[in-house]
């Protein structure tokens, strides 16, 4: 009767094991893994400019930085406020260059005693600006003096964003990884006792605590796999290599 009841038991356990792995298979095509063995496959997207962010790959310092910057580069918030600091600029030059009116050079022409003598004469305007035009100037200037403030606090709290984004991830695969570890533990330790008892040298109960702590490890390892793929992905989307 309580070998019948681990049967049961291992039976209803790999189909929960199956079931998550599938639904894992499902949403992330490039997990596999078989046997116990932990392997991530391919990462999901393409990789344009270095080193893939697939959870079995160590990033270097400065790959995690190529990583950071993409993520930057692609930024919609700050490509927003960059292009409007950067428009504000060239407002402030043409407002500069508006300030002063354009010089004006003029030439008359004359005749006299019955046209034996020709006059030409010049006149020369030298306009200078009136208050309107200051004003416009020194809107624009601080305008552009606060969109330079907002940019700088955005490119901070965006990378500051970023590198905990990479920070998280990283923290994710160790724990991934340690996951894993731990559930190959129990299924060798599992066998262990499986052979132990068919020689008599364990117990039936034993066994049983041995195979449940073996399955709750493997979920335990696969959720862990999940958090990390999940991270994986929000940082390819971020840096715009899921799709081209």
Same mark, same amino acid.
């Given at each position: 009767?309580?070998?019948q009841?681990i049967?049961?038991?291992?039976?209803q356990?790999?189909?929960?094991l199956?079931?998550?792995?599938?639904a894992?298979?499902?949403e992330?095509?490039?997990?596999?893994?078989?046997?116990g063995?932990?392997?991530?496959g391919?990462?999901?997207?393409?990789?344009?400019?270095?080193?893939?962010?697939?959870?079995g790959v160590?990033l270097?310092a400065?790959?995690?930085?190529?990583?950071?910057?993409?993520?930057?580069?692609?930024?919609h918030p700050?490509?927003?406020?960059?292009?409007q600091?950067?428009?504000?600029?060239?407002?402030l030059?043409?407002?500069?260059?508006?300030r002063?009116?354009?010089p004006?050079?003029g030439?008359s022409m004359?005749?006299?005693?019955d046209?034996?003598e020709?006059?030409?004469?010049?006149?020369?305007?030298?306009?200078?600006?009136?208050?309107?035009?200051?004003?416009?100037?020194?809107?624009?200037?601080?305008?552009l003096?606060?969109?330079?403030?907002a940019l700088?606090?955005l490119q901070n709290?965006?990378?500051d964003?970023a590198?905990q984004?990479? &920070?998280?991830? @990283?923290?994710a695969?160790?724990?991934?990884? *340690?996951?894993w570890s +731990?559930?190959?533990?129990?299924? =060798?330790?599992?066998?262990?006792?499986e052979?132990?008892?068919?020689?008599?040298?364990?117990?039936?109960t034993?066994l049983?605590?041995?195979?449940?702590?073996?399955?709750? &490890?493997?979920? @335990?390892?696969?959720?862990?796999?999940?958090d *990390?793929?999940?991270? +994986?992905?929000?940082?390819?989307? =971020?840096?715009?290599?899921?799709?081209?």
């Open positions: 009767l309580l070998l009841q049967r049961i038991e291992k039976q356990n790999a189909t929960l199956t079931n998550k792995r599938l894992l298979r499902r992330f095509p490039g997990l596999t893994s078989p046997n063995v932990r392997q991530c391919q990462p999901i997207g393409g990789n344009h400019f270095g080193a893939s962010p697939s959870p160590e270097t400065e790959e995690q930085q190529t990583w950071i910057k993409t993520m930057l580069a692609f930024n700050l490509l927003i406020q960059t292009t600091t950067e428009l504000l600029r060239r407002q030059l043409l407002a500069g260059a508006d002063l009116a354009d004006r050079l030439v004359a005749r006299e005693q046209n034996a020709q006059i030409i004469g010049f006149q020369v305007s030298l306009p200078f600006g009136g208050s309107s035009r200051n004003n416009q100037l020194q809107l624009v200037g601080r305008e003096e606060q969109a330079e403030v700088e606090a709290v965006s990378r964003e590198s984004l990479m &920070s998280d991830w @990283e923290q695969k160790q724990v991934a990884s *340690a996951a +731990q559930s190959n533990f129990a299924e =060798n330790l599992l066998k262990s006792l052979k132990a008892y068919w020689l008599g040298e364990t117990t039936a034993e049983t605590l041995s195979r449940q702590q073996a399955q709750r &490890s493997r979920m @335990e390892a696969i959720d862990r796999e999940y *990390a793929l999940q991270m +994986q992905i929000k940082l390819l989307i =971020n840096a715009h290599q899921v799709w081209d």
